[in-house]
């Protein structure tokens, strides 16, 4: 595990959610601020600009070849079979991943890719992106915790263990398209997810507060 040498670390769970394997010197250091929100703060857009969001982290070491295959199908099975549907892929924006994937989505003009590096510089962030999106497909990444907040259905492309539970995971072709296609989802699943990951409220005040409150002790203290 990181050890870190600020005396806070901000972080956007309860503690009661930190990892059970958490060095207990990393633990007293929390401060659970809560999320900070996007410019505009988050919701929903009156009209969407995509009727699915596909968000991907597959550079990361913890995927298999086998999990990106899976993703892929999933992808290219829900454009096929939604021809009509915009569809937006985004890859991570430092990770690339999906930057390769040109040859395979050549076909489908119903898909629109930034490139990474556009992700990188573009004014508006992911959290941001999520207010115009119907639905959203990702892997395992904060990109669920804000489609959450922003009230937006959201499935896994992948496991991601007891951390994501109760969101959906996408175990095939068919699950994709069913999800793309607007099959029922329960609302109290975001609920649930929010509640039991994520402090409630935007937490960039809050670390404000901290950072002001912090730098006045230190002023106070004798030279």
Request: proline letters at 10%; charged letters at 20%.
């Amino acid at each position: 595990k990181a050890a870190f040498a600020a005396e806070t670390v901000f972080c956007w769970f309860p503690l009661e959610a930190a990892p059970a394997d958490l060095p207990m010197d990393t633990r007293a250091k929390l401060d659970p601020a809560g999320r900070p929100a996007p410019p505009g703060g988050w919701g929903r857009d009156a009209e969407t600009a995509y009727d699915l969001g596909v968000f991907e982290n597959l550079h990361w070491d913890r995927y298999t070849e086998a999990d990106r295959s899976c993703f892929l199908d999933g992808l290219l099975a829900t454009a096929r079979a939604l021809p009509d549907a915009k569809i937006l892929v985004r890859p991570h924006p430092a990770g690339r991943w999906a930057d390769r994937l040109g040859h395979e989505l050549a076909p489908f003009k119903n898909i629109v890719q930034p490139s990474a590096a556009h992700a990188r510089t573009a004014l508006a962030g992911g959290a941001q992106l999520l207010r115009g999106i119907s639905r959203v497909i990702t892997t395992p990444s904060t990109v669920a915790a804000d489609a959450a907040l922003a009230g937006a259905p959201v499935a896994l492309a992948a496991p991601g263990g007891a951390s994501y539970q109760p969101l959906p995971v996408l175990d095939g072709p068919n699950a994709w398209v069913a999800f793309a296609s607007g099959a029922p989802y329960d609302p109290s699943v975001l609920d649930q997810f929010r509640s039991r990951v994520l402090v409630a409220g935007d937490g960039a005040p809050r670390i404000v507060e901290r950072l002001e409150r912090d730098l006045v002790a230190t002023m106070a203290k004798p030279s």
